[in-house]
């Protein structure tokens, strides 16, 4: 007979869930205050662009409000909040028709924070003129190499959760994010060893 786990870290408590599924307004607040830092970052990272990051977070916390239901009791909570961030930020792409960012386009007085302890080549870059020059190379990336890089190394996410995140098979992810530090560490070379 096996022991039961423990819920894990960022599992809602029953409770919890009961009060964001009744709609209550202090519940939702609470849900907003822990975790829209993480996905203001996420989509930042993605859009290299502060105000619109601000715009889909919102948008982020309005779905995950119309659609808590879809929340499964005892699941982690930031795997599904950063797939509705996902959706929520290709749905935006897809209505605006944007074209991708280039060089040029990318704003000047972007910075970019790494939280993992895993060495990287977005790790290597720690000046802040050094950290505008690694978020312009992120938006060189294509997207979904660009979300891969982001989920591993500055969210920590594990392969398997990017690859449900992204809808793909855990070795996909892996290739992903590999290839993505490939292309960083090329367009980062003048930038520091990240050897």
Same mark, same amino acid.
């Given at each position: 007979?096996?022991?039961?786990?423990?819920?894990?870290?960022?599992? #809602?408590?029953?409770?919890?869930?009961?009060?964001? #599924?009744?709609?209550?307004?202090? &519940?939702? =607040?609470?849900?907003?205050?822990? =975790?829209?830092?993480?996905? +203001?970052? =996420?989509? $930042?990272?993605?859009?290299?662009?502060?105000?619109? &990051?601000?715009? #889909?977070?919102?948008?982020?916390? +309005?779905?995950?409000?119309?659609?808590?239901?879809?929340? !499964?009791?005892?699941?982690?909570?930031?795997?599904?909040? +950063?797939?509705?961030?996902?959706?929520?930020?290709?749905?935006?792409?897809? !209505?605006? *028709?944007?074209?991708?960012?280039?060089?040029?386009?990318?704003?000047?007085?972007?910075?970019?924070?790494?939280?993992?302890?895993?060495?990287?080549?977005?790790?290597?870059?720690?000046? &802040?003129? @050094?950290?505008?020059?690694? *978020?312009?190379?992120?938006?060189?990336?294509? @997207?979904? =190499?660009?979300?891969?890089?982001?989920?591993?190394?500055?969210?920590?996410?594990? $392969?398997?959760?990017?690859?449900?995140? *992204?809808?793909?098979?855990?070795?996909? @992810?892996?290739?992903?994010?590999?290839?993505?530090?490939? *292309?960083? &560490?090329?367009?980062? @070379?003048?930038?520091?060893?990240?050897?």
């Amino acid at each position: 007979m096996s022991a039961p786990t423990d819920p894990p870290a960022d599992a #809602l408590a029953p409770e919890r869930l009961e009060r964001l #599924l009744a709609g209550e307004e202090s &519940a939702w =607040y609470d849900f907003v205050q822990e =975790y829209e830092g993480r996905m +203001y970052g =996420y989509l $930042y990272r993605l859009e290299g662009n502060s105000e619109d &990051a601000l715009d #889909l977070t919102q948008e982020v916390f +309005y779905r995950a409000w119309r659609s808590i239901r879809t929340f !499964r009791s005892g699941e982690r909570v930031l795997p599904w909040l +950063y797939q509705v961030a996902r959706n929520t930020q290709i749905e935006s792409h897809r !209505r605006k *028709q944007l074209q991708r960012f280039s060089l040029e386009e990318a704003r000047e007085d972007v910075g970019f924070e790494v939280t993992s302890v895993a060495r990287s080549p977005v790790q290597a870059a720690e000046s &802040a003129d @050094a950290q505008d020059r690694v *978020q312009r190379a992120l938006l060189k990336l294509p @997207a979904e =190499y660009r979300e891969a890089v982001v989920l591993r190394f500055v969210e920590d996410l594990p $392969y398997e959760e990017i690859a449900q995140i *992204q809808g793909v098979a855990v070795g996909t @992810a892996k290739s992903r994010v590999f290839r993505a530090k490939e *292309q960083l &560490a090329e367009l980062l @070379a003048d930038v520091a060893d990240v050897n």
